[in-house]
């Protein structure tokens, strides 16, 4: 059973920096895609960046483009997400999921496309 457990939120102020983890487990995961999706209040979850598994192959939400970055660590069956320059507006919870069946060429976006998710971390960035 694959199980993700998110880390790393809290409260930043604008402008700041944040690392988010993602322990993923259960399973190998060798054409996976994982991904980051976020959840403001009133809103709906939406995508903001994913990385093959395999061969690192990434995608950004534009607005998040230049700001995030998300990286894998082998050994460690780690998921990252460095987030740098935040803005109020990134205030959200952030979920991490993995796709089975994501292309080889480029990660999914869809939320519909994630089988799997964690719990939530919850960041907030104070102007």
């Known amino acids: 059973q694959v199980q993700l457990v998110e880390s790393g939120g809290g409260l930043v102020l604008a402008g700041g920096s944040l690392r988010l983890s993602c322990a993923a487990s259960?399973?190998?995961?060798?054409?996976?895609?994982m991904g980051w999706f976020r959840q403001a209040p009133g809103k709906e979850r939406e995508f903001v960046a994913a990385?093959?598994?395999?061969?690192?192959?990434?995608i950004y939400a534009d607005s998040v483009e230049g700001r995030f970055t998300i990286s894998r660590d082998y050994a460690k069956n780690t998921v990252y997400l460095q987030m740098n320059s935040l803005k109020p507006e990134d205030t959200a919870v952030y979920y991490c999921?993995?796709?089975?069946?994501?292309?080889?060429?480029?990660?999914?976006?869809?939320?519909?496309?994630?089988?799997?998710w964690g719990q939530g971390t919850q960041v907030t960035v104070s102007s």
């Open positions: 999921a993995a796709d089975p069946r994501s292309p080889v060429i480029v990660p999914r976006i869809q939320v519909s496309d994630y089988d799997y």
């Open positions: 990385i093959r598994w395999s061969g690192g192959r990434t």
């Open positions: 259960g399973r190998t995961f060798a054409g996976y895609a």
